[in-house]
């Protein structure tokens, strides 16, 4: 069962751009809300997290927009770099529970 | 600190052969996790472990797979018989945590079967 919705599947960006990535869950009782980076041959790395309790949350050139209403959240790469080409997934977990990935966004920004 | 280490980084098999791969979580992490991770799709997971007890393994192919943690540290995870679709990378990853907020994963071990 897909329970965490995310588009698009690619994205190209050139440098310096706005990337946006979105993704849409069902689950009510997903509290937690991770975005990973994952380049080739590696394993997944946690880029930033948000909870539903704020709207927004900034880390660097990466924000988070979550809207609770509408079941959506959003990652956007400010200024984006071609050391940012990767694949981005969000997730989501509800308390005690088990992470759950969508399906990915390959990234590539052009120099 | 180290990070996640896995072996081998491939593995080549025929279908209906057995493999294993191996596992050693951060110093001190008594969660570990292990996720298949089809090309083109996002990490599902198999198997989660709390030290040495099986949290859940509701998504695991028990008539194939099977996992271990014998020592609540390092991990194995064995397939047989193997099947076409089981060609994925499967991805180790542990927490401090139980409840899965922030996962250090390794770099997997990417299985192609013939």
């Known amino acids: 069962q897909q329970q965490v919705k995310q588009s698009p599947q690619s994205l190209i960006v050139q440098k310096g751009g706005i990337s946006i990535i979105n993704c849409a869950y069902e689950?009510?009782?997903?509290?937690?809300f991770p975005w990973y980076q994952q380049f080739p041959g590696k394993g997944p790395a946690l880029l930033i997290a948000?909870?539903?309790?704020?709207s927004e949350k900034k880390e660097g050139r990466f924000t988070i927009s979550f809207n609770k209403s509408a079941k959506q959240f959003s990652l956007h790469i400010m200024d984006s770099q071609p050391g940012d080409s990767a694949t981005y997934f969000c997730?989501?977990?509800?308390?005690?529970?088990?992470?759950?990935f969508g399906q990915g966004t390959i990234l590539t920004v052009h120099p | 600190e180290a990070g996640v280490a896995q072996s081998p980084r491939y593995k080549i098999i025929e279908k209906r052969q057995s493999v294993a791969f191996w596992c050693n979580p951060i110093?001190?992490?008594?969660?570990l996790y292990w996720y298949q991770q089809i090309l083109g799709q996002g990490p599902k997971l198999l198997i989660q472990?709390?030290?040495?007890?099986?949290?859940?393994d509701s998504q695991l192919p028990k008539d194939r797979f099977s996992a271990e943690r014998l020592k609540g540290v390092d991990s194995t995870l064995k397939i047989q018989p193997a099947k076409l679709e089981d060609s994925a990378v499967y991805l180790c990853?542990?927490?401090?945590?139980?409840?899965?907020?922030?996962?250090?994963f390794g770099s997997g071990t990417q299985l192609s079967v013939l």
């Open positions: 990853a542990s927490s401090s945590r139980v409840t899965n907020e922030k996962l250090f």
């Open positions: 689950n009510t009782a997903f509290d937690y």
């Open positions: 948000i909870r539903p309790d704020v």
């Open positions: 997730a989501a977990i509800p308390l005690d529970g088990k992470l759950t």
């Open positions: 110093s001190g992490h008594a969660t």
């Open positions: 472990f709390q030290n040495n007890g099986v949290v859940d």
